[in-house]
């Protein structure tokens, strides 16, 4: 299992390479900068849905000193209860990335692609095809003409890799639908059923 593990984690680095080619591409000569921003997309309130991923974290969790590691899991903790408290009053949460250092994610090697994918125009094919158009961030210079990103080679290579990371055990394993934080706070996935 270790070394499938090392093998997928090689072809998941390089997705992520991809995946910011791809917005690189995107944001082209646009200009768009998060610099200076004060809706910080690390607020957002979002849920990851791959094993693949969530052991990718922890990988880079592991590789951190310890103090600075406990500092993130007592603040994934936090977030935790805040987004519990907001969803119990049928609010929308709204709390800061638990990896989030003055505005720089402390694991940005090992962030997660809704993270890395976050904030410019993109399409995504439908189950039947039809292609979805999403505007991205408020501040991004739509009227430079830039070219949406499309995710949907990217999600299908992402979802081929989680496929060959849990080979089998897919069927059996329970659906990921959990926060950064959550994934923190559980630890790392339980991979045997």
């Not at 709390?95 to 809704?114: E, F, K, Q, S, V």
């Not at 080679?153 to 059996?172: I, N, Q, T, V, W």
Request: with cysteine.
């Amino acid at each position: 299992m270790k070394r499938n593990r090392t093998g997928v984690f090689r072809r998941l680095e390089a997705l992520y390479a991809r995946m910011q080619q791809a917005y690189d591409t995107t944001v082209g000569e646009t200009g768009f900068t998060c610099q200076g921003c004060e809706n910080n997309c690390c607020t957002s309130y979002f849920q990851h849905h791959t094993y693949v991923e969530w052991s990718f974290l922890f990988k880079g969790l592991d590789d951190l000193p310890a103090e600075k590691r406990e500092q993130y899991m007592t603040r994934a903790q936090d977030y935790v209860h805040a987004a519990q408290d907001s969803l119990n009053k049928g609010e929308r949460p709204s709390a800061m990335c638990p990896l989030n250092d003055d505005g720089l994610c402390g694991l940005y090697r090992h962030r997660l692609m809704i993270c890395r994918l976050h904030g410019v125009p993109h399409v995504l094919a439908g189950r039947m095809g039809q292609l979805n158009e999403y505007p991205g961030c408020f501040r991004f210079p739509n009227e430079a003409g830039a070219n949406p990103l499309d995710r949907t080679p990217l999600y299908r290579e992402l979802a081929k890799l989680e496929m060959d990371f849990l080979g089998s055990r897919m069927a059996r394993l329970p659906k990921v639908n959990l926060t950064l934080a959550e994934m923190m706070v559980q630890g790392p996935p339980k991979l045997t059923t």
